[in-house]
């Protein structure tokens, strides 16, 4: 069982055009994961940015998703 303190919904926000953004919660990584070429497609710049938290770790991870070779590929990722 999660802890509600540490552990939340995975979250993935999108730049829109007019410097506006979109935020969309997945009830697990994997379903985030399975979206992201949808994300990807309805993003301005191409660009996702992800936070979640790590199975067993303290804190909010971050990762920031592009487009390389074709496919969604981590481009950044890190504590906050």
Known sequence: ??????????????????????????????????NMPELMENS???EVHVSRTKRGEWGEWFETWGISNGKPTIIKQGWM
């Open 44 to 46: 301005y710049d191409d």
């Open 1 to 34: 069982m999660a802890n509600n303190l540490t552990q939340w919904r995975p979250s993935a926000r999108i730049n829109l055009r007019n410097f506006k953004h979109e935020t969309k919660r997945f009830p697990t990584y994997r379903e985030l994961k399975k």
